[in-house]
């Protein structure tokens, strides 16, 4: 069992920035890869970040050159910094650990991001 805590959402003015926390109750570097998703009203869950054990990122095309990706190994914690946010950046947003061969994957409780235009 992992859980994933994640904390650091709000209503921010488009253009603005927040940072989301999410803190895993599991050693990270056993962890093949941290994700954040995002769920827009009435679309699919999307992967907006990913970072592997090995410290690999990738961001999907839409948040590059907005978003990081970044962790605290110490601290089994990974972060989303969100900068220039946009309206359609709004949804609730997930953390997620793949683990093992069998790739599970564990889900946070959601944090919602609200950006107004």
């Known amino acids: 069992q992992v859980q994933l805590v994640e904390s650091g959402g709000g209503l921010v003015q488009a253009g603005g920035s927040l940072r989301l926390s999410c803190a895993t109750s599991?050693?990270?570097?056993?962890?093949?890869?941290m994700e954040w998703y995002r769920q827009a009203p009435g679309k699919q869950r999307e992967l907006v970040a990913a970072i592997t054990s090995g410290g690999s990122k990738n961001l999907t095309d839409s948040v590059k050159g907005r978003f990081t990706i970044s962790r605290d190994t110490g601290k089994n914690t990974v972060y989303l910094q969100m900068n220039g946010l946009k309206p359609e950046d709004t949804g609730v947003y997930y953390c997620?650990?793949?683990?093992?061969?069998?790739?599970?994957?564990?889900w946070g409780q959601g944090t919602q991001v609200t950006v107004s235009s």
């Open positions: 997620a650990a793949e683990i093992g061969v069998a790739k599970y994957r564990y």
């Open positions: 599991r050693n990270i570097f056993t962890i093949n890869t």
